[in-house]
């Protein structure tokens, strides 16, 4: 078994009216020297490794339901890591176009 | 300025039906292996660092804010860490009270 995490924020270009809302909380709290907020999802799925298959395989596919499940490509940008595995390795894709800034 | 992530989980005993909403629809859509997903928040603060103020000090500012106002620590935990900051330096502390499985 094997955790990877997958990260979806708002494309930075993206209006994102959440972020302002709690930004906006904030200031009304005091808080002072925030610049901005941007809030998104964090999905940790546990997917099994079955034998014969690698990790990076399995973190594959989980990219792929990043791309088509759980960020909407258009809006927003993923990032998939993996918690480390059984032998402590972490792996990384990025999902983002280049545009994160 | 620097830029610090928190996310917060839902915690370990807690239902997690959107979680499993999507566990659900990766099923339906023919993915396997896929034990468990559990979906939670992500922030990515800004904020800035005075003239004589440390990022530390500021982390554990963004600390207290995760823990009144972005989580619920009665049924979700969070975790602070700092994208690298100038001087590409990472910190992060776990307001986790240890049940994350």
Chains 1, 2 share one sequence.
């Not at 610049?35 to 490794?49: N, P, T, Y």
């Amino acid at each position: 078994m094997v955790r990877v995490v997958v990260d979806v924020m708002p494309k930075p270009e993206i209006l994102d009216p959440q972020g302002k809302a709690v930004a906006g909380a904030l200031a009304r709290l005091g808080v002072e020297g925030v610049a901005s907020v941007r809030q998104g999802k964090r999905f940790e799925i546990e997917v099994e490794v079955a034998e014969g298959a690698s990790v990076d395989e399995r973190t594959a596919e989980v990219e792929r339901m990043a791309a088509t499940l759980l960020a909407n490509p258009v809006i927003e940008d993923y990032r998939v890591s993996v918690l480390a595995d059984a032998a402590g390795r972490t792996h990384g894709t990025d999902g983002t176009d280049g545009t994160d800034a």
